[in-house]
Each structure stands twice: as C-alpha cells, then as structure tokens.
C-alpha cells in the first residue's frame, strides 16, 4: 500500500459556502487525500483548523455517514444542545440520516489537525442554523425554499 505524502497536497481553504457562511471556514486548511490518492469510493480531507475556525457550518446528511479522528490538538465538537472537547486520537462518527446538526470549532489558541472521512453522495445536506442546504450534483447550493443562491 503506497504512503501518501501529505506534503506534496496543496492545502486549501476553498469553499463552496454562498457569503456569509463562508467566513466562518477561512481558517479551515483541506488537504484532498482520497482524491490525490486516486481513492474514488469515499473522501478523505487532512484538515487543520486555525483558532477560531469552524470545519463547516453545523450541518447533517441524508445520504452520507461521516467520521474525524483528531491528530492533534484540540476541537470542540458542537451538536445538537451539546459541546464536546475532542483531543488527539478522539474520534466522533455521524450516522446518514440522522438529524443532528454537528460541525468543529478551534476554541484554543494553537492549530488542531483532524481527518474527516465521507461519501460525498450529493444527497442532501441539512444546515440546521441558517437558511442554506446543499445536493445534487457538485453539492449546489439552496436556500431552504428551493431556491438557488
């Protein structure tokens, strides 16, 4: 099984999030391991959080199961009525299908490292705070009415 270096993956803070739900991801580093890996079942993302970045806005998925394992640092994981530190080797899975809204902070002063393992089925995403839900083809972008941003 080859070994991936996480070095010769261009990190990147791209996001597909409509403003200004992007602003809160700035500070989120993804390295695209499954894709640089030729891996095409399921994404894998090396990620770092700057402080005070968030992993996503809070959101749950019909069609895709989701798990972090934590590398390094600290992450507190917010869900529905609930906030959970998550330390190195931590690691919080997320059930297709199941509404609870969840997504990362960086609360500390250091950078924390996480990977995130998904399907990316473009079923759809439910951001339970703001009026945004994503599906379809490339993951588009909708207001909760239907509407595209």
């Known amino acids: ?3 991936v270096d996480l070095d ?5 803070n791209r996001t597909g999030y409509p403003s200004p739900y ?34 996503s806005q809070r959101h749950w998925h019909e069609g895709e199961d989701e798990i972090v394992v934590m590398i390094s640092g600290t992450a507190t ?19 297709k299908n199941v509404p609870n809204g969840h997504h990362l902070i960086n609360e500390s002063e250091n950078p924390c490292t996480f990977i995130a393992v998904g399907q990316n089925t ?24 239907g509407s595209p941003y």
């Open 22 to 55: 992007d602003r809160a991801v700035s500070g989120r580093w993804q390295r695209p391991v499954a894709e640089a890996a030729g891996l095409t079942d399921f994404g894998v993302r090396h990620v770092t959080l700057e402080p005070g970045a968030w992993s």
């Open 122 to 145: 473009g079923q759809p995403c439910h951001y339970p705070d703001i009026d945004l839900l994503a599906g379809g083809p490339g993951n588009q972008y909708f207001h909760k009415d």
């Open 8 to 12: 010769a993956i261009q990190p990147t």
């Open 77 to 95: 994981l917010v869900e529905e009525g609930k906030h959970t530190l998550l330390q190195a080797g931590d690691v919080a899975a997320f059930p």
């Open 1 to 3: 099984m080859p070994k």
